[in-house]
Structure formats: C-alpha cells, structure tokens
C-alpha cells in the first residue's frame, strides 16, 4: 500500500513538472496541462481500472498533447507504460503516432 502511494505521489510529481514544461508558448491554439490527467494516475501507475472521470479527461486532453508527453522524459515513461497503454485500451482513446 505505501509503495502505490510512493509510486501515485511520483506520478503527480512528474505530472506537475510536466506541466511547467509543456505550456505552449503565448498565441499558441492549444495548451497542455497533464494534471488534468490526475484522475487516471490509480490506473497508470497502480492496477486500479481507469474510472469514467480518467476516461472523459483522456478523450477530451488534444492529441497533440500526447505527443509532447511521449516525448517529455518526466511522462514517457506513464505514457508508454504498459498500464498507461491498457488505459488508453480501456478508455478506447487511441495514442497519436508522433
């Protein structure tokens, strides 16, 4: 139990980090935020089942965000997890090619 803490605490951690990082720049269209996906981080970094509020932040979080996560070395490593990708699986959101 403690270690699923240590391991939720480490999501929101990257997720807050990630965030500073990935604002796009003044007059940019599209502004990605990752602590809108904190209600997915039971799911992505525990065995926990995505819970309707994670899947209604995937589908609506822009695509192009995903990307920037991928690349983003705070978040790839949710991103690309095997449990982020049954997530998105679960959510029936697809990861963008990037």
């Known amino acids: 139990m403690a270690e699923s803490k240590a391991r ?8 807050a980090a990630a965030s500073l990082l990935a604002l796009a720049p003044a007059g940019a269209a599209t502004t ?3 602590t809108q996906l904190t209600p ?9 089942a995505p819970t309707a509020a994670c899947c209604a932040r995937l589908k609506a979080h822009p695509a192009t965000c995903f990307c920037q996560y ?12 095997p449990n982020g990708k049954k997530v998105f699986a679960a959510c029936k959101v697809s990861l963008p090619r990037c």
């Open 70 to 81: 991928k690349r983003n070395p705070s978040m790839q490593r949710y991103v690309n997890s």
């Open 8 to 15: 939720v605490a480490l999501f929101l951690a990257a997720l």
């Open 32 to 34: 990605c935020a990752p």
């Open 40 to 48: 997915c981080a039971p799911a992505i970094v525990g065995n926990a």
